[in-house]
């Protein structure tokens, strides 16, 4: 069974940085891109960035770039963002999610459960 | 950036209805368009891939279909279990998400 529990989120000021992980089991994590999507509350689903298998390319939304930093540890299962200068408008949850592909098609298939992230002061 | 339009925001209807929900794209996108489920306090669920290809353990009552600029889901006999809210992802170039459909069962 795919799992993917993401850990990491809080109660941060403005300016403010967090890391939050992601822990996947039950695929091969190596294999896969991966990405980070989030949702502020009551709102609808933003893709925040991803990465490719070996780490070697990385993509961000426009508004984080510079602040959000994706990476991730094959060998430990794990997938980790960095943000920082946190602003209101990050407030959201974080999901972390696989990226499938069937030949050129890509999609989200598996998403954990996410954590998160609110800034206030 | 490519902007994906949803409509309508939300709907009601009734068991047994046929729903259909629309995403337009700002540029052609090929067939470069999924859908997904999601469910008041849940991850989404991802649908429907490549415009038109069930997810496997989807049921048959979900459908898609479109391409280039305008997309359809369709659930053909709506159920009781499928209120909530639908998103259109395109996957053209990086990813970019509809702002939604929400569904209610009258």
């Known amino acids: 069974e795919v799992l993917l529990v993401e ?8 300016g403010g940085s967090l890391r939050l992980s992601c822990a996947a089991s039950g695929f091969s994590f190596s294999t896969y891109w991966m990405s980070w999507v989030r949702q502020a509350p009551g709102r609808g689903l933003e893709w925040v960035a991803n990465i490719k298998q070996d780490g070697s390319e990385k993509y961000y939304l426009d508004s984080v770039k510079g602040r959000f930093t994706i990476s991730r540890d094959n060998a430990k299962k794990s997938l980790y963002l960095q943000i920082n200068s946190l ?22 298939d598996y998403w954990g459960r996410g954590t998160l992230v609110t800034v206030s002061s | 950036d490519i902007q994906m339009t949803q409509s309508p925001s939300s709907l009601s209807a009734s068991v047994g209805d046929r729903v259909t929900v629309t ?3 700002s540029q052609d996108i090929s067939s470069y368009l999924n859908w997904y489920q999601q469910k008041p306090g849940k991850a989404p669920n991802l649908l429907i891939y490549a415009s ?11 459908s898609g279909s479109g391409s280039g600029t305008d997309f ?12 909530g809210t639908y998103y259109c992802q395109q996957s053209y170039n990086t990813w970019s998400f509809g702002r939604g459909t929400k569904v209610e069962i009258k």
């Open chain 2, 72 to 83: 359809t889901l369709t659930i053909s006999s709506l159920q009781p279990e499928d209120f």
């Open chain 1, 7 to 14: 850990s990491g989120g809080g109660l941060v000021q403005p």
């Open chain 1, 87 to 108: 602003r209101g408008e990050d407030t959201a949850v974080y999901y972390c999610v696989t990226t499938g592909h069937s030949s050129t098609w890509y999609y989200f």
């Open chain 2, 23 to 25: 995403c337009r794209a």
């Open chain 2, 52 to 62: 038109s290809t069930l997810q496997s353990g989807v049921p048959s009552r979900f």
